[in-house]
Structure formats: structure tokens, C-alpha cells
């Protein structure tokens, strides 16, 4: 069942007078129980989208057009109370970061009560349990219960922020990079408690990284941002076996394995381009090196290559039968 539609989205962020565009065009959907991992270098636009669903837009963003569709209603069209509403209990958002989402005045014990109380009619016996549950799992210290916001490290407050996301029992939850601050172990934890709590709760998940092997580990659907555009898109077996795009190719092929760890990995020259000035036709083309006439004139569309797998390249399906070797 399909619990939240982003329709056709495109969003520019106004800068020194300039209009940068920051996301264009963006569909897709997220089905109950399932997790679309948003793929993106830094300034491609994945954070714009989380911040659209929840309505959290800097001032100087505007909507170009789209729509995000949930329970029936376009949440781009809400009053500010309704989608106050939705935000924390329907939808939940962890951002990076996130030291300012704490209230300095309260300690992390108060903070969490709060959380709990607003949901449910629980004890506070019951609430006490609940959060050291959460603690054990996400190997947080008990001490870290009483200490105030200012007194602890990004790390653990990223950790203590997805306890009281998943304490909300969302039934979206969009996570912009939440495991960035934290080493190897402690992320794999929290994947996998998110994992356990997604399956339990059958919770949509948009999980947000430039990290691929954490798509790779967490996505049942990819796609892939590059200048603000999704340029590929669909099941992430699909994607990352076949990839169709010259961009996801060239990523996946710098991505490290078992088997390349000691090659050099592969590279792009050049750079992602700027929301001001985009290239004209194939926003990739610059870059690209099965680059056409065609392709520095036309703007591509998102074609099918498979079932859940798209491409937006003029030429997807010559460059699926040219020698791999150009890549
Ligand atoms: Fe490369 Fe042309 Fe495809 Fe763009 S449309 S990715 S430039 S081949
Ligand atoms: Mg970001």
C-alpha cells in the first residue's frame, strides 16, 4: 500500500538575488513497510526533498510545482497547524546533526518522557522501561539519562534522536543522513534496529545518504540524484547489478569490494553542476563519456529499461550493448 506520492517536485532556493534550482521534476512513491534509499553527492538535492515533505523549507526556497501526496491530501497545501500534526507522529524526520532539535533546558530523561507521554497513556514505570529498552539497544549509556543536551557528543545525541524517532512509532520515517556521526559499529546497530523496528511496525522508510554501501544495505528501491534530478531510479537489485546511467555506472565502479579494494578506484572528472547555471539538454553531458549531439541539446526523460527500473539517458539502451570497457 502506497503511503506517501512525491509528484513531479521541483523546488529552487533563492540566493543573492540568484535562482538556484535544487530539485527538479523528483516522482516517486513509498509503500508501507518498504525503504526508498535517496542517493546523492553533497548539493544534489536529497535533503531538499525531506525537507519539503515535512515543510521545513528555508524561507527562501520556493515551490516551482509538484505535489506530495499523504492520507489523500497535498501536504504542500496544508496550514502550518495541520501539518503540525502530521509532523512527529504520521511523518518523523532525524536530520544530521541535530543538537539544535534539543531543548537546552531539559534533560535527555525529560525529553524522552515527553515523547512517550504524548503517545500513549503509559506509567511512569512503564516509560522508564521503554527507554532502556531503546538504550540497551543502541548501546546508550544509562547515565546519558540525566545529563543535559549541551553535556553530550553529536554522536550520541544522533543516537538518542533515532530512539525517540522509532519511540513515536512513525509511520514514515525520513532519515537524512542519521547515522553520519557515528563509527562503523554503532551504525551498523542503528541500521539494524531501524530494520527491526520497519519490519515490526511495517514503517515507510526514506533513508537519505551519499553513502552507497549503506544503500546497499538498507534500500528495497534506489534512486539516484545527480544536479538535483533523479537520473535513475527503481529496485535496488536491478539498479546496482544493471545500472543504466553513465553516472550510476561510474559510481558503482568506484565503489570499493572484496575484489577491487587494492585497484585504483574509478573516478569522474569534472564537477556537479551549479543550480544557476545547469548544462543544457542532458544535465550530465559534460561529464559524460558516450556524450552525443543529441544529448547537449535534448533534455533525456526517465525511460523504462525493466520492470521498477528507470533511466533518464537518450541513449540507455545502446550504451546496455557498447563495451563495458568505456566505463
Ligand atoms: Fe550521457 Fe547523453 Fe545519456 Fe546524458 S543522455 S547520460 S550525456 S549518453
Ligand atoms: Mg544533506
Not at 153 to 177: C, F, H, R, V, Y
Not at 202 to 213: A, E, K
Amino acid at each position: 500500500m502506497c503511503v506517501l506520492k512525491v509528484e513531479k517536485l521541483s523546488l529552487n532556493y533563492n540566493l543573492n538575488k540568484k535562482e538556484i534550482v535544487a530539485v527538479r521534476d523528483v516522482s516517486f512513491s513509498l509503500e508501507k513497510g518498504r525503504t526508498v534509499g535517496i542517493f546523492g553527492e553533497t548539493g544534489s538535492g536529497k535533503s531538499s526533498i525531506g525537507l519539503a515533505i515535512m515543510g521545513l523549507l528555508p524561507l527562501n526556497s520556493s515551490i516551482i510545482s509538484g505535489k506530495i501526496i499523504y492520507k489523500g491530501k497535498n501536504l504542500l497545501n496544508l496550514k502550518e497547524k495541520e501539518i503540525n500534526q502530521i509532523r512527529g507522529k504520521g511523518i518523523f524526520l532525524i536530520m544530521q546533526g541535530g543538537r539544535e532539535l534539543f531543548d537546552p533546558t531539559l534533560s535527555i530523561r525529560q525529553h524522552l518522557e515527553e515523547v512517550l507521554n504524548a503517545r500513549s497513556q503509559m506509567t511512569g514505570e512503564e516509560v522508564a522501561v521503554k527507554i532502556l529498552e531503546f538504550f540497551e539497544i543502541l548501546m546508550i549509556e544509562k547515565d546519558v539519562l540525566n545529563a543535559m543536551p549541551s553535556e553530550l557528543s553529536e554522536g550520541t545525541l544522533q543516537k538518542i534522536l533515532i530512539s525517540m524517532a522509532l519511540m513515536n512509532k512513525p509511520e514514515i520515517l525520513i532519515a537524512d543522513e542519521p547515522t553520519s556521526n557515528l563509527d562503523m559499529i554503532n551504525q551498523y546497530r542503528v541500521l539494524k534496529e531501524i530494520r527491526r523496528f520497519q519490519t515490526r511496525h511495517d514503517m515507510g522508510l526514506i533513508f537519505i545518504t551519499h553513502d552507497l554501501s549503506i544503500i546497499a544495505n538498507i534500500a528495497d528501491d534506489v534512486l539516484v540524484m545527480y544536479g538535483g534530478e533523479i537520473v535513475e531510479k527503481g529496485d535496488i537489485y536491478k539498479v546496482f547489478l544493471n545500472p543504466g546511467h553513465p553516472y550510476t555506472k561510474r559510481l558503482l565502479a568506484a565503489f570499493p569490494t572484496l575484489d577491487n579494494y587494492k585497484k585504483d578506484l574509478e573516478f569522474i572528472p569534472g564537477n556537479l553542476p551549479a543550480g544557476d547555471n545547469l548544462p543544457t539538454g542532458c544535465i550530465f553531458h559534460p561529464r559524460c563519456v558516450y556524450c552525443q549531439e543529441k544529448c547537449r541539446k535534448e533534455r533525456p526523460f526517465l525511460s523504462k529499461l525493466a520492470d521498477n527500473h528507470y533511466v533518464m539517458c537518450h541513449f540507455v539502451n545502446e550504451i546496455q550493448q557498447w563495451s563495458d570497457n568505456v566505463v
